[in-house]
């Protein structure tokens, strides 16, 4: 079923569960993580970037593909479809237009006072649709010459201000996770997790979820994140799996084949990441 992210996040946060956002790129990609989740029995967020909404064609090519997935494959899993890291105003209520039932506004990289104000067009936007809102507060860093996450951490503070002045559903704090394969030395900030957990009722996201250990997951999970954002492991499972298949299958023409061969790669991986809250 359809549903916004607020009530499948509300009861995670309650039973310390984690629901995951997988991010999609294709129809291949949709079916994968649709079919996954709903044979494991879990909620999921797909998660559309504006990057992967441009690829597709638009925002009503996503939505549709979605929503037929999940009528013609018969998906019984609570499902929600959320646009990751809208850069304004305009693109969330395009999205929310689309159908869309969840949508990050990302203004981090304003003050505080002018990301609450943008925040607050789209929670008063998305309100009258029954959408849920997330939004991000602090800067997601980069990997240094050191390795180490030099973005700038949300504080509790501003965290507080930020989501009483705003209304959001959810939010994502910077806590020292990067965008991408993480390779560098970890910077996450637990005790500011967990000062946040206990202080706010909304349920907390961590971005840049690839590239950490499984067992680092499961002490963000502890710490109190609910929601975990995942997109650069699947490529890269996908990516490999197609490359490791094309070493031997060179004369395969049919994209069906080509593509398909890293479908069990995207399965697996999404197992293996809804496997921490086992
Ligand atoms: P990763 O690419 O590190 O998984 O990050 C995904 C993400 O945070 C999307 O918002």
Same mark, same amino acid.
């Given at each position: 079923?359809?549903?916004?992210?607020?009530?499948?996040?509300?009861?995670?946060?309650?039973?310390?569960?984690?629901?995951?956002?997988?991010?999609?790129?294709n129809?291949?990609?949709?079916?994968?993580?649709?079919?996954?989740?709903?044979?494991?029995?879990?909620?999921?967020?797909?998660?559309?970037?504006? $990057?992967?909404?441009?690829?597709?064609? *638009?925002?009503?090519?996503?939505?549709?593909?979605?929503?037929?997935?999940?009528?013609?494959?018969?998906?019984?899993?609570?499902?929600?479809?959320?646009?990751?890291? $809208?850069?304004?105003?305009?693109?969330?209520?395009?999205?929310?237009?689309?159908?869309?039932?969840?949508?990050?506004?990302?203004?981090?990289?304003?003050?505080?006072?002018?990301?609450?104000?943008?925040?607050?067009?789209?929670?008063?936007?998305?309100?009258?649709?029954?959408?849920?809102?997330?939004?991000?507060?602090?800067?997601? $860093?980069?990997?240094?010459?050191?390795?180490?996450?030099?973005?700038?951490?949300?504080?509790?503070?501003?965290t507080?201000?930020?989501?009483?002045?705003?209304?959001?559903?959810?939010?994502?704090?910077?806590?020292?996770?990067?965008?991408?394969?993480?390779?560098g030395?970890?910077?996450?900030?637990y005790?500011?997790?967990? @000062?946040?957990?206990?202080s706010?009722?909304?349920?907390?996201?961590?971005? *840049?979820?690839?590239?950490?250990?499984?067992?680092?997951?499961?002490?963000?999970? @502890?710490? $109190?994140?609910?929601?975990i954002?995942?997109?650069?492991?699947?490529? @890269?499972?996908?990516?490999?799996?197609?490359?490791?298949?094309?070493?031997?299958?060179?004369?395969?023409?049919?994209?069906?084949?080509?593509?398909?061969?890293?479908?069990?790669?995207?399965?697996?991986?999404?197992?293996?990441?809804?496997?921490?809250?086992?």
């Amino acid at each position: 079923m359809l549903v916004n992210s607020k009530k499948m996040l509300q009861k995670a946060k309650k039973e310390n569960q984690v629901v995951f956002q997988f991010n999609i790129n294709n129809l291949e990609w949709t079916r994968c993580i649709l079919e996954e989740c709903d044979r494991l029995k879990v909620p999921v967020i797909l998660g559309a970037s504006e $990057g992967a909404i441009k690829y597709m064609g *638009g925002y009503d090519v996503v939505a549709s593909i979605c929503f037929s997935l999940i009528s013609d494959l018969n998906i019984k899993t609570d499902v929600c479809l959320h646009l990751d890291h $809208g850069s304004s105003v305009e693109s969330c209520k395009q999205a929310i237009d689309a159908g869309f039932n969840s949508v990050m506004i990302d203004t981090s990289h304003l003050p505080l006072k002018d990301n609450i104000e943008k925040v607050q067009e789209v929670v008063s936007y998305a309100k009258n649709a029954n959408v849920s809102v997330e939004a991000e507060i602090g800067s997601m $860093g980069q990997i240094n010459q050191e390795g180490l996450s030099i973005g700038t951490n949300a504080n509790l503070k501003d965290t507080l201000t930020f989501v009483k002045e705003t209304g959001i559903d959810s939010v994502a704090p910077s806590v020292g996770t990067v965008h991408g394969i993480y390779k560098g030395k970890l910077n996450i900030d637990y005790k500011l997790i967990k @000062e946040l957990a206990t202080s706010l009722k909304v349920p907390l996201v961590l971005h *840049g979820g690839s590239g950490l250990d499984l067992e680092i997951l499961k002490k963000c999970k @502890e710490a $109190g994140i609910t929601k975990i954002n995942i997109n650069s492991d699947i490529q @890269e499972a996908w990516s490999k799996s197609v490359k490791e298949y094309l070493k031997t299958n060179s004369e395969v023409i049919d994209p069906r084949k080509i593509i398909g061969s890293g479908f069990k790669a995207i399965k697996d991986m999404v197992a293996a990441k809804i496997n921490i809250n086992n």
